[in-house]
């Protein structure tokens, strides 16, 4: 992969997607497709007649391929060859589970450069980034692949020399279903505890962005796997309908809006499957006024800028107590106006291209209807046109920090899902905590103080499943992450996750006669 490498921005964005094309497109010129499905070892097409979806490079609003969605046939395909390739993985030793993963995450590693590239072309999220992505999808299957040798039950011993035991077994096929802002790395979060206990996956990526979910297959394939552990469907609605109903997929695991995890724990019911939900948030970031300010304005960027504001637990109500808030806002502002917007391919860029024009169309409304009830525009919230004119047609738009916010306003009630900050003040922290907990969501939340007894005094009140001390938006994979109340179900990440993909079975050994009533 050289030529992705070489010379200047534009070789190497012309490089970036021709590369991705070629994985993808569909060539006008000889009307020749590389299907975005992968089962039974290899990349599919769709059978049937479907109506092509197009794919577009957020940084310059070209279409970079097109997407044949699949039907019931195919996802009953896909469905099969999991099922086939569960029986086989699923009896091998947790040892020769884990020597596979661990040479997925090799390959992983050596073609790091690769495959954030192409998290770019597809997603719009800058180079830096993406890279991180990567590294967080290979740490991920690093980690569980330590783990798939660890899969033990427990021994009690019962009265008379009689005793039982309990076996860790896997579910079966699991579906997975990502979301568009972290194509690569959900697939990887998904993939590595259920390949570890065993099961096998069949992955829809969002349609927005399906290019990297096909690499990691054929990373999985190319490290040993055995055909069919890791497939790939490609679509929408239709498409996640199917493979959640699936009578033979054993679990279903979703990263997304609320509405859709809604639809989805009730498909799910119909077979009794358990889920996974990992659902929007609305997360409250306070900052008290023993904070360290240049760690706390940090803090704050971090919880609201990320992937162009673009990540379910981005803590976008930043409450700041009245004492330091002219200070706090002002240096926020002065740091935010600062971000560097642009080529997400430059090293120098902070804020790429959000992920589609209607996603940055609805973005940008929000921020008119924070002004219309009466927030502040303290910088930000317009439509940015890079100056290379290869971008003129990206989705870009300025950071936004809004000042002036009560709690009843849209931009602090309603997941915006990007770049727009709402700054709210507060005087005292019982105060700060009704209302910090003052909503039906609860990914995630954070706490910025010097006094130690205050920090965990509030988060132990905080009602949300990922809080954060002096800092916003680290997501170790050894630490469990995942939501309270409508953010979620279940948990991605740590050992816990383990329990999610596995189910106990008890065994009683009776080692004498037995004790009959009858």
Same mark, same amino acid.
């Given at each position: 992969?050289?030529? +992705?490498?070489?010379?200047?921005?534009?070789?190497?964005?012309?490089?970036? %997607?021709?590369?991705?094309?070629?994985r993808?497109?569909?060539?006008?010129? *000889?009307?020749?497709? %590389?299907?975005?499905?992968?089962?039974?070892?290899?990349?599919?097409?769709?059978?049937?007649?479907?109506?092509?979806?197009? *794919?577009y490079?957020?940084?310059?609003?070209?279409?970079?391929?097109?997407? /044949?969605?699949?039907?019931? *046939?195919?996802?009953?395909?896909? #469905?099969?060859?999991?099922?086939?390739a569960?029986?086989?993985?699923?009896?091998?030793?947790?040892?020769?589970?884990?020597?596979?993963?661990?040479?997925?995450?090799?390959?992983?590693?050596?073609?790091? /450069?690769e495959?954030?590239?192409?998290?770019?072309v597809?997603?719009?999220?800058?180079?830096?980034?993406?890279?991180?992505?990567?590294?967080?999808?290979?740490?991920?299957?690093e980690?569980?692949?330590?783990?798939?040798?660890?899969?033990?039950?427990?021994?009690?011993?019962?009265?008379?020399?009689?005793?039982?035991?309990?076996?860790?077994?896997?579910?079966?096929?699991?579906?997975?279903?990502?979301?568009?802002?972290?194509?690569?790395?959900?697939?990887?979060w998904?993939?590595?505890?259920?390949?570890?206990?065993?099961?096998?996956?069949?992955?829809?990526?969002s349609?927005?962005?399906?290019?990297?979910?096909?690499?990691?297959?054929?990373?999985?394939?190319k490290?040993?796997?055995?055909?069919?552990? !890791?497939?790939v469907?490609?679509?929408?609605?239709e498409?996640?309908?199917?493979?959640?109903?699936?009578?033979? &997929?054993?679990?279903?695991? !979703?990263?997304?809006?609320?509405?859709?995890?809604?639809?989805?724990?009730?498909?799910?019911?119909?077979?009794?499957?358990? &889920?996974?939900?990992?659902?929007?948030?609305?997360?409250?970031?306070?900052i008290?006024?023993?904070?360290?300010?240049?760690?706390?304005v940090?803090?704050?960027?971090?919880?609201?800028?990320?992937?162009?504001?673009? %990540?379910c637990?981005?803590?976008?109500?930043?409450?700041?107590?009245?004492?330091?808030?002219? /200070?706090?806002?002002?240096?926020?502002?002065?740091r935010?106006?600062?971000?560097?917007?642009?080529?997400?391919?430059?090293e120098?860029?902070?804020?790429?291209?959000?992920v589609?024009?209607?996603?940055?169309?609805? #973005?940008?409304?929000?921020?008119?209807?924070?002004?219309k009830?009466?927030?502040?525009?303290?910088?930000?919230?317009? #439509?940015?046109?890079?100056s290379?004119?290869?971008?003129?047609?990206?989705y870009y738009?300025?950071?936004?920090?809004?000042?002036?916010?009560?709690?009843?306003?849209?931009?602090v009630?309603?997941?915006?899902?990007?770049?727009?900050?709402?700054?709210?003040?507060?005087?005292?922290?019982?105060?700060?905590?009704?209302?910090?907990?003052?909503?039906?969501?609860? +990914?995630?939340?954070?706490?910025?103080t010097?006094?130690?007894?205050?920090?965990?005094?509030?988060?132990?009140? +905080?009602?949300?499943?990922?809080?954060f001390?002096?800092?916003?938006?680290i997501?170790? &994979?050894? *630490?469990?992450?995942?939501?309270?109340?409508?953010?979620?179900?279940?948990?991605e990440?740590?050992?816990?996750?383990i329990?999610?993909?596995?189910?106990?079975?008890?065994?009683?050994?009776?080692?004498?006669?037995?004790?009959?009533? !009858?």
């Amino acid at each position: 992969m050289l030529l +992705l490498r070489r010379g200047t921005v534009s070789l190497r964005r012309s490089a970036a %997607v021709s590369l991705a094309a070629a994985r993808c497109a569909s060539s006008g010129s *000889v009307g020749v497709t %590389v299907p975005l499905n992968f089962w039974d070892g290899e990349r599919r097409a769709s059978q049937g007649k479907h109506t092509r979806e197009s *794919v577009y490079e957020p940084a310059t609003g070209r279409v970079l391929c097109h997407l /044949e969605p699949c039907g019931a *046939v195919d996802v009953d395909q896909a #469905v099969k060859s999991a099922k086939l390739a569960f029986g086989h993985w699923s009896k091998m030793t947790g040892m020769d589970r884990a020597r596979i993963m661990i040479e997925a995450a090799h390959i992983i590693e050596s073609r790091r /450069e690769e495959l954030a590239e192409m998290e770019v072309v597809n997603n719009g999220k800058s180079i830096t980034e993406a890279r991180l992505d990567v590294d967080s999808a290979r740490l991920c299957i690093e980690y569980y692949a330590g783990l798939a040798s660890t899969l033990a039950g427990q021994h009690v011993q019962l009265g008379g020399g009689s005793f039982a035991y309990t076996r860790r077994e896997p579910l079966g096929v699991c579906a997975g279903i990502g979301a568009w802002n972290y194509p690569f790395q959900i697939a990887a979060w998904k993939s590595a505890p259920a390949l570890a206990c065993g099961n096998s996956m069949v992955f829809k990526p969002s349609p927005v962005t399906p290019v990297t979910a096909v690499m990691l297959a054929e990373v999985y394939a190319k490290a040993g796997a055995p055909e069919g552990l !890791f497939n790939v469907v490609q679509g929408s609605q239709e498409t996640g309908s199917f493979l959640c109903l699936h009578p033979d &997929v054993a679990k279903v695991s !979703f990263t997304g809006s609320v509405p859709t995890g809604k639809k989805i724990m009730e498909m799910a019911s119909k077979g009794v499957k358990p &889920v996974t939900l990992e659902l929007g948030g609305k997360s409250p970031l306070i900052i008290f006024p023993d904070s360290d300010l240049e760690n706390a304005v940090r803090g704050a960027l971090m919880a609201n800028f990320l992937s162009q504001g673009q %990540v379910c637990s981005n803590g976008t109500r930043v409450f700041v107590h009245k004492d330091i808030l002219p /200070e706090f806002v002002e240096e926020v502002v002065k740091r935010t106006k600062a971000i560097e917007i642009g080529d997400p391919l430059l090293e120098t860029t902070r804020m790429g291209a959000l992920v589609s024009r209607q996603h940055l169309e609805k #973005v940008l409304s929000f921020v008119d209807q924070a002004k219309k009830e009466g927030a502040t525009l303290l910088c930000g919230g317009e #439509v940015f046109v890079p100056s290379d004119p290869k971008l003129k047609g990206g989705y870009y738009m300025t950071p936004c920090v809004l000042g002036d916010c009560t709690d009843e306003m849209t931009c602090v009630k309603e997941e915006i899902f990007g770049p727009v900050m709402s700054v709210l003040s507060f005087e005292t922290e019982e105060e700060v905590l009704q209302r910090a907990n003052n909503t039906d969501l609860g +990914l995630a939340a954070g706490v910025f103080t010097r006094d130690v007894m205050r920090a965990h005094r509030v988060v132990e009140h +905080l009602k949300a499943g990922s809080c954060f001390i002096n800092n916003y938006n680290i997501t170790p &994979v050894q *630490v469990p992450f995942g939501g309270f109340k409508m953010s979620g179900i279940g948990r991605e990440n740590g050992q816990v996750t383990i329990e999610f993909y596995s189910q106990l079975k008890s065994v009683f050994v009776e080692m004498g006669d037995v004790d009959s009533l !009858f």
